[in-house]
């Protein structure tokens, strides 16, 4: 299977930027997703990002993709207190089977007012 | 609202009880999948239907837990005499090929089981 690693904790002020950043280890990773979790909540959908790109824009969200290191972030301009929850990068592997995603532990933002 | 829903949203049980969970995908969407997440945890894959039928289930899913997609339409998840180690939350995603976010999967809001 694949492993997904993220740092689990970023604090960041309201107004900064954020950078979640996320490795993976399947150089077969076709869509690469980033999903957020609110506290008691289910995963909502933010964006996400296929192989052949290397970044994609999307209003407040940037993603970057490094596939030769096989590494994805995740920049949030203007960080509001209403962003803080944690952020799941989720690689979908070519070899995977019939599309099951991948998690690794998440990492937690907090933005402070 | 057209999005996955799960019912119940909470579940509280006696440790040998048996559970059931439900879920409504988005209406279109052929592709349902179960995962579960523990505390502290991402979210794991449990088992994956195309409509109806069971294409695949994880390591994870022991004997007690067995799931369904009767009509290719909602699905059910049971856990039989369920264990302290089954407390979780169980999330059912599901996805459609036709869109053009291929494979693109949105969550339901969860079905939190606390087994005493």
């Known amino acids: 299977g694949e492993d997904v690693e993220q740092s689990l904790f970023l604090s960041v002020r309201e107004g900064d930027s954020s950078v979640i950043n996320c490795t993976y280890t399947?150089?077969?990773?076709?869509?690469l997703y980033w999903y957020k979790q609110e506290p008691g909540a289910g995963l909502q959908l933010l964006t996400y990002i296929f192989s052949n790109m290397d970044m994609k824009q999307d209003q407040r969200l940037t993603v970057l993709l490094n596939k030769k290191d096989k590494h994805l972030s995740l920049r949030i301009a203007d960080t509001q207190t209403g962003d803080s929850a944690i952020y799941f990068c989720?690689?979908?592997?070519?070899?995977?089977?019939?599309?099951?995603?991948?998690f690794g532990r998440g990492t937690q933002l907090t933005v402070w007012p | 609202d057209t999005g996955v829903s799960q019912d119940p949203r909470h579940k509280i049980t006696k440790r040998g009880q048996n559970v059931t969970f439900r879920c409504d995908p988005i209406s279109e969407h052929n592709r349902l999948y179960w995962y579960r997440q523990t505390l502290g945890q991402g979210p794991e894959f449990l088992t994956y239907f195309q409509n109806e039928a069971q294409l695949e289930k994880s390591r994870l899913l022991s004997d007690r837990f067995s799931a369904e997609r009767p009509k290719g339409s909602f699905s059910t998840l049971e856990i039989q005499r369920t264990e302290q180690g089954d407390s979780a939350m169980y999330l059912c995603?599901?996805?459609?090929?036709?869109?053009?976010?291929?494979?693109?999967?949105?969550f339901g809001p969860g079905t939190r089981l606390l087994v005493l």
């Open positions: 989720a690689p979908r592997t070519r070899g995977s089977t019939l599309g099951r995603l991948y």
């Open positions: 995603a599901s996805s459609s090929r036709t869109a053009r976010e291929e494979e693109t999967q949105y």
């Open positions: 399947d150089s077969s990773s076709t869509y």
